[in-house]
C-alpha cells in the first residue's frame, strides 16, 4: 500500500472499522482497500446523477 | 414410467402417481439414484435427505390408497438451495460458519407449501457462499459443474438449483434472487427460473443475503411446472415482514391464453452489447417469435445496477458484522473482504443509492404505463468456465464474477417480477432471456413464456451427462 489514493482508502478503512470494532486482518488488509474503492468509484458515478431533492429513500418494502 | 423419470416434468409424474401407474415411493427412489449417479460429476447436492424423502412419499401413496386428494405435485421430487431451513438440521448458507447452528426447527414456508402441494423434499443444493456470487464456486464446497458441459459454471448464486433441474435430476427446485441468482444460473443452465415480486413468495425460514432485495424462486423445465411451483407458494405469509398482503393470483391457467393485448418491447440502449452475440441473437430469436419490433430504454440502467451494487454492499456487510467480527477466519477470503467493504460503506452513498431507487422505481411505472413484457437478455454471454476469470463487456475485458449480472442487476432492484426463458438453440450452450414485468404481473410473464414454448422458441431439454 504505497499508492496515495489506496492510502486515502486505508485512512477511511482504519478509521470506520475502528468506528464499527471490526477488527481487520492484516492479510485482508489490501483486498478490503480495494473493495472500497471499488465501491467509492460505484457511488462517484451513482451520484453524478442529480436527484430532485424531494426524493426521498426507497421505502425498503414496496416494489 | 420409471425409465423416462429424469426427462419426465412434475406435471407428468404427478398424473402418473395420481393415476397409480407409478408410486411416489417408486419415484422417489428413482430420484435417490439419479442423485447417486450425477452428483459426483455435478456436485450440486449438499445433503441428501433419504430418510425424509421415503417418509414423505409414502405419506402421499397413502393418502392415495386413501383417496384422499394428494395435491397437484403428487410425489414430485424437488430439492432446494442450501439457505431454506429444513427441519432438523441447520441451514448452512454455502457456509461453514453456520455448521454449528442449531438445527432448523420448522421448515421453511416454501417447502411446507410444496410439500402441501404434494411434493418430496429430497436433498438441498450448492450455492455460493451467503449467496454473493454469480459462480456457485464454493470455497468450503467446491464449484457446481454445469450439466450441459461439466468444464464450465452453472452460474450462480443458485447454482446447485439450476444443475439439478437441468440434469433431470428433480424436475423442480427452489433458489433465491437478489441480484439475478436465479435468473443467471436458469439462463447458463438452460432452465425456467422465476423471481417473483418483491414481497410475493414468502422467505420465512430463507437465510437472507440483502432483506431488501431478496426473493425466493422456482426452478423448472417447463412453464405449466413453473407456474404449479409458484401458484403452490403463493399466500401471505405473517412471518415474513415483507409479505405482500395481496391474495393468490394464480397463474397456472394463464398459459394458454397467448399475448393478445399484451405490449412488448425489447430493452434497448444498455442491454444491447455489440459484441455479445449470443444474448443478442438470443433476444432477437424471442422478438422474433412473438412478432415484436418496438425498443423501450430503460431509465438509466447503469446507475440502477450501481445503485443494486451499494445496498447489497452495505446490507450483505451489516447483516455479517458480528460474525465478521467473531470469527472471520471461517469465511471464504473473497467473501470476508467484500462483505467487510460493504460494512464500512458511509451513509451517504447508501442514502443515495436508495434514493435513486426511489427515483428509478417511479420511472419504470412510466415505463409500465405502455409496456406490458420486456425482454432482455439474461446473461452477456452463455456459461463461462470454472475459474474464468474475464468476460468481453462493451469492447473491454471484465472480470467475471463480478459482470455476470450486468443484465439482471438492473431489474430486479425495484422488485420487478422476471422469468427467464431458456432459448431454443440445440448443439449450442444454453442462454436465457429475461421477461420483465410491472409488480405483481408474473401472470403476462407467464402468458407470454407459454406461447414461447408451444411455438418451440424456448425449450429445457435434459441435458446429456
Redesign the interface.
Known amino acids: 500500500l504505497s499508492d496515495p489514493a489506496q492510502l486515502r482508502v486505508r485512512e ?2 482504519d478509521a ?2 475502528r468506528m ?6 492484516e492479510e ?1 488488509l489490501l ?2 482497500v ?3 474503492a ?3 468509484a ?2 462517484k ?3 453524478q ?1 442529480e ?2 431533492q424531494n ?4 421505502p ?4 | 414410467m420409471t425409465a423416462a423419470l429424469g426427462n419426465a416434468s412434475a406435471f407428468e409424474i404427478a398424473a402418473a402417481v395420481k393415476e397409480r401407474s407409478i408410486s411416489a415411493a417408486e419415484v422417489t427412489r428413482s430420484a435417490l439414484a439419479r442423485i447417486s449417479a450425477l452428483n459426483p460429476k455435478l456436485n450440486c447436492f449438499t445433503r441428501v435427505l433419504t430418510e425424509r424423502a421415503e417418509a414423505e412419499a409414502h405419506a402421499i401413496d397413502r393418502k392415495i390408497t386413501l383417496r384422499q386428494d394428494p395435491g397437484p405435485l403428487a410425489g414430485v421430487p424437488f430439492a432446494v438451495k442450501d439457505l431454506f431451513d429444513v427441519r432438523g438440521i441447520p441451514t448452512l448458507a454455502g457456509s461453514t460458519i453456520r455448521a454449528n447452528a442449531p438445527a432448523a426447527q420448522q421448515d421453511a414456508t416454501a417447502i411446507t407449501s410444496l410439500n402441501q402441494a404434494g411434493a418430496i423434499l429430497v436433498g438441498t443444493l450448492n450455492m455460493d457462499e451467503f449467496a454473493y456470487g454469480f459462480v456457485t464456486e464454493n470455497h468450503h464446497y467446491g464449484p457446481t459443474h454445469n450439466p450441459h458441459d461439466l468444464q464450465r459454471s452453472a452460474g450462480g448464486s443458485s447454482g446447485g438449483s439450476a444443475a439439478a433441474v437441468a440434469a433431470g435430476i428433480t424436475p423442480l427446485s427452489l433458489g433465491t434472487d437478489t441480484n439475478g441468482s436465479i435468473r443467471v444460473p436458469a439462463s447458463f443452465c438452460g432452465v425456467f427460473g422465476l423471481k417473483p ?3 410475493r413468495l414468502s422467505r420465512e425460514g430463507a437465510f437472507l443475503f440483502a ?2 432485495l431478496d426473493t425466493i424462486g422456482p426452478f423448472a423445465r417447463t412453464v405449466k411446472d413453473l407456474a404449479t411451483a409458484f401458484d403452490a407458494m403463493q399466500g401471505h405469509d405473517a412471518a415474513d ?2 409479505s405482500t398482503a395481496r391474495g393468490p393470483e394464480p397463474v397456472a391457467n394463464q398459459l394458454d391464453r397467448g399475448i393478445q393485448g399484451l405490449r412488448i418491447a425489447i430493452a434497448g440502449g444498455y442491454f444491447v452489447d455489440v459484441e455479445a452475440a449470443d444474448a443478442n441473437h438470443a433476444v432477437a430469436a424471442i422478438a422474433r417469435a412473438l412478432n415484436v419490433t418496438d425498443v423501450v430504454d430503460l431509465p ?1 440502467p ?2 440502477a445496477r ?2 443494486a ?2 445496498i447489497t ?1 452495505a446490507e450483505g456487510g451489516h447483516h455479517h ?1 458480528s460474525d ?2 467473531s470469527q ?1 477466519g471461517k469465511f471464504d ?1 473473497n467473501t ?3 462483505l ?7 451513509s451517504a ?1 447508501v ?9 428509478y ?1 417511479l420511472e419504470m411505472a412510466k415505463i409500465f404505463a405502455r409496456v406490458d413484457v420486456i425482454i432482455a437478455p439474461s446473461t452477456p454471454c452463455p456459461a463461462v468456465h470454472i475459474g474464468q476469470k474475464t468476460i468481453r463487456w462493451h469492447g473491454a475485458e471484465v472480470p467475471a464474477r463480478a459482470n455476470l449480472g450486468v443484465f439482471t442487476q438492473p431489474v430486479s432492484f ?3 417480477p422476471v422469468l427467464n426463458v431458456p432459448v431454443a438453440r440445440p448443439d449450442k450452450l444454453p442462454i436465457g432471456v429475461q421477461l420483465i414485468a410491472a ?2 404481473n408474473e401472470a403476462a410473464l407467464f402468458r407470454v413464456a407459454g406461447l414461447l414454448e408451444a411455438n418451440r422458441a424456448v425449450s429445457a431439454p435434459v441435458a446429456s451427462i
Open positions: 477511511f478503512v470506520g472499522a464499527i470494532e471490526l477488527p481487520i486482518r485482508d483486498r478490503v480495494e473493495d472500497v471499488r465501491i467509492e460505484v457511488a458515478f451513482l451520484m446523477f436527484l430532485d426524493i426521498q429513500p426507497a425498503a418494502f414496496e416494489p | 415480486t418483491y414481497g432483506a431488501s415482514p415483507v438509466d447503469a446507475r450501481a445503485a451494487f451499494i454492499a458484522l465478521l467480527r472471520p477470503p470476508r473482504t467484500r467487510i467493504a460493504g460494512a464500512l460503506a458511509p452513498w442514502l443515495y443509492a436508495q434514493r435513486f431507487r426511489s427515483w422505481r425495484v422488485g420487478l409488480p405483481y
